[in-house]
């Protein structure tokens, strides 16, 4: 049983994601197709990373991932496959494959140049169908990665901001809002833990201020704030019930990117003395 | 052959759909994933459970349902399976089976108590991966729900507002507006039949005043409002080629709840004398 | 191997689309589902039908797509399966099969008249569940076309606008806004070909003016407009990275049926004398 999953920017109201399916289910019938996400932002190739990564640990060892957010279809951006222990992701070249080729360990990427895996006309507006969906399909039906084309050592990397430590603050930033109006930040849980070492947090994000790290969305009162570690152990900013981006004082379109502080609750007898 | 399928409130922008897949798959690879919704209004715990309702029916016997509106998560709600002669329903014990319950007769409520049937790891935040997925994978393998936890008799109630009699009055109310804008309401055909005895209603709805009920969307004008008995059964207005909520003359979000009056239309001699 | 293609204008906050899955797969465990779109506009007949167009040739051989934007729905319209070379389509006869009709060769259309396929009870406010579902699920399971009906010679059709040339103008239509804003006009890469034998086009669409036709998205600057041969094969205009329907300088619900202006490079010292 063999698996390819596929997350695009395509939206779900034209024929383009249907495309990829149909040229996949003509050369391997016997795949199974399942979508991670065809919601991605128009381009923003670091929310396309940012998803796959978060989804691919959880399927079957030897799925193949597909990402097709590609702003640059057409131009010099190269075709790839990256190998990694458990799966094979297969998309361009432009960053959406960098968290994972980080937080994967060693992995090997091919550029692939053999157009025998590809559509029989490649056009310059949709490799998804041209070169990825066939790819996938082959790689699914038991063609090795080595067979396509040719190991490259120069990813295109993805410019990943850090949370950095200043005295008592560690400055973060908002990466993602969720479905749910959930805030999440590049804060992850073992950074926050090696910086707070026990000691109370209070979290500013924009024009909240929160006191205090809980464990479920429904620790703090109806449409009120609160700070946890999400699902996918980063630090988040949620309103139980209620939409944390609604409640930050900042517009939507600004909230990524916008800086997070967290400050470590000293003993306030040992900071006045 | 066996199905799960899955509604949730998640949407699809984020990984935590294709999450839930992964796990399932790599429990259950054979099984088949059918999604209901994912567009369940954020924690509207009864639109999911009026959209199961509908759509659950229609399933192959011994499909597994799981539903994730879960606004509880990580407190003491309790996560269950609910059996009933043709299907398993696997969520939060919150009100979402409970128009499952009330309709499909008899059915065995097991409370999830074993851990070796989750994730290892179980967060505060994300039942629906930790918990609810693997269950539906085990149940796909053959495993029995007794196996998994002990047996309930209290499940968590919807309070679900049925249609009430005054004289020549019936008034029911609005229950759900589906994606044409239709607006659907409480009040069931057979509700509806026993109330009217053959005569012909007014029906009133904010500003809508309709006379008689037809069969078709289209045999009122276009853009003009009409009432009917819906594909599922229940009182539904409707706009031909339009969107009765945009009709109705009340703000959209409070047409949920409006009251719907139906007036028997009695012999005029009768009622002057 | 046996597929099934849906392409309707449901939404997916309702059952609706999974109420047609539950009812193919009670009748053909074994057939696989795939949406198209289910995103098509409210009831609109031509957008369907040339997703379906574009989407369909990608699939396998024996391939069953099911169409269902149908606001005709129980008046006398008649329920069809339409028979080409590759691919049965079964929905209603309003003429969203048409563009595969006049574009896929000799076909035959069958009137569904046999309730022996259909559900034990027919509405008269969903025949994709009562009468299309069953009815694609039964020839997934090797039914005849002419076992379940009529064959008809006069199927409903769809007004398709051509383009029509004027001297040194070539003007076409809009006909669809995709999900990045792309504007997809009527006027096809042969068309064009024919049109200007070599010469370079000045394109005018709305406020846009744009000169000459280039092969990729990123081949304009930054948030500049451009013109190319979509993937599809027909005249596109697009913004690179950013959404050509915000720049033709036209309200949203007009952008369709808006005229194109193709005008041909002829040679500025010919046309002086």
Do not use: Q
């Amino acid at each position: 049983m063999s698996f390819i999953t596929l997350t695009t920017d395509f939206g779900l109201s034209d024929a383009y994601v249907a495309v990829m399916k149909g040229v996949i289910l003509s050369i391997n019938p016997d795949v199974r197709i399942i979508d991670i996400s065809h919601n991605i932002k128009a381009g923003h190739i670091a929310h396309a990373g940012y998803v796959l990564k978060e989804a691919c640990p959880f399927f079957p060892k030897g799925t193949i991932h597909v990402a097709v957010v590609d702003p640059g279809v057409g131009n010099a951006r190269r075709p790839v496959i990256v190998v990694t222990d458990d799966y094979f992701f297969v998309g361009p070249d432009n960053g959406i494959f960098w968290p994972i080729i980080t937080t994967c360990g060693p992995s090997e990427i091919i550029h692939l140049t053999k157009p025998e895996f590809f559509l029989s006309a490649i056009s310059k507006t949709f490799h998804g169908r041209d070169i990825f969906a066939p790819v996938a399909a082959h790689l699914s039906k038991g063609y090795e990665p080595k067979e396509m084309g040719l190991i490259i050592k120069d990813p295109v990397k993805l410019e990943i901001k850090t949370p950095r430590k200043k005295g008592n603050i560690l400055f973060g930033e908002v990466i993602r809002v969720d479905h749910f109006g959930n805030i999440i930040t590049n804060i992850s849980k073992k950074v926050l833990g090696r910086f707070l070492k026990g000691s109370k947090p209070v979290i500013k994000a924009g024009d909240l201020i929160i006191k205090d790290i809980v464990n479920s969305y429904s620790e703090a009162g109806m449409g009120e704030a609160l700070v946890l570690i999400g699902s996918s152990d980063y630090l988040e900013i949620a309103v139980n019930r209620g939409r944390a981006a609604d409640f930050i004082g900042i517009a939507p379109y600004k909230i990524i990117g916008t800086e997070i502080e967290v400050r470590r609750n000293t003993n306030p007898i040992t900071r006045t003395n």
